[in-house]
């Protein structure tokens, strides 16, 4: 089946500095792929999304790039906040279901001033 | 655009009694799902509609659980009797496109606990 496994958080980072979070999935198909953010006490909100290989996800600074030859979707920023401070999902949808949007586990970011 | 608006924000609880969340997703937005959240099992998908048809239940965890969506701005998700282990946050999502490139929306959630 599908899965989506994202790195264990949580990840601390001072103001900044370059973030990354590495996300790979595993899919039959050929999946969209998401980066949602979740602001505490808050719903998940959509990052940014790319749809076929090779393309480029980008919003307020984060990127991800879709590569089906290593099935990674890793999401980057070049110089974090104290407000970029959220949990970071990285998501799926496969190409006939696109009703199960199939979620990682999320990734604690937390930046320091 | 107001948003996937739900309540209440919280609901406490107690064992045995019906619980009832509800969710009012965007207007002109076809689709409507309902998550659970928690930390051992993370976000996991429960049921979703298609104009206002369920499509899907099969995340739905016990016969407990049970979801409606009576008119295209309207949808509960109901629990009888609640247990402690359904404590979690449970999150409402609209979405306006059919397709896989289309995002969702989510509400900010309902934080039920039952002790």
């Known amino acids: 089946g599908n899965s989506v496994t994202q790195m264990e958080g949580p990840v601390t980072l001072s103001e900044e500095a370059f973030l990354t979070i590495n996300c790979t999935y595993t899919a039959t198909g050929y999946p969209s792929l998401f980066w949602y953010v979740q602001y505490p006490g808050e719903g998940l909100q959509l990052l940014l999304k790319?749809?076929?290989?090779?393309d480029k996800g980008s919003n307020k600074g984060f990127e991800a790039t879709y590569r089906k030859e290593t099935t990674s979707f890793h999401l980057e920023k070049g110089s974090v906040q104290v407000s970029d401070s959220a949990v970071y999902f990285c998501?799926?949808?496969?190409?006939?279901?696109?009703?199960?949007?199939?979620f990682g586990a999320g990734t604690q970011v937390v930046v320091t001033p | 655009d107001a948003g996937v608006i739900q309540s209440p924000r919280h609901e406490v609880t107690e064992m045995g009694q019906e619980v009832t969340l509800r969710c009012k997703p965007i207007s002109g937005h076809d689709y409507l799902f309902w998550y659970r959240q928690t930390m051992m099992r993370g976000l996991e998908l429960l049921i979703y509609f298609n104009n206002n048809v369920p499509i899907d239940d099969s995340g739905m965890p016990e016969d407990r659980f049970s979801a409606k969506m009576p008119n295209a701005s309207f949808s509960t998700l109901k629990i009888q009797p609640s247990e402690p282990r359904d404590s979690a946050v449970y999150f409402c999502?609209?979405?306006?496109?059919?397709?896989?490139?289309?995002?969702?929306?989510f509400g900010n959630g309902t934080r039920l606990t039952v002790t």
């Open positions: 998501a799926l949808r496969e190409t006939d279901s696109w009703g199960k949007l199939q």
């Open positions: 790319a749809t076929k290989a090779d």
């Open positions: 999502a609209s979405s306006a496109e059919t397709g896989r490139y289309s995002p969702l929306h």
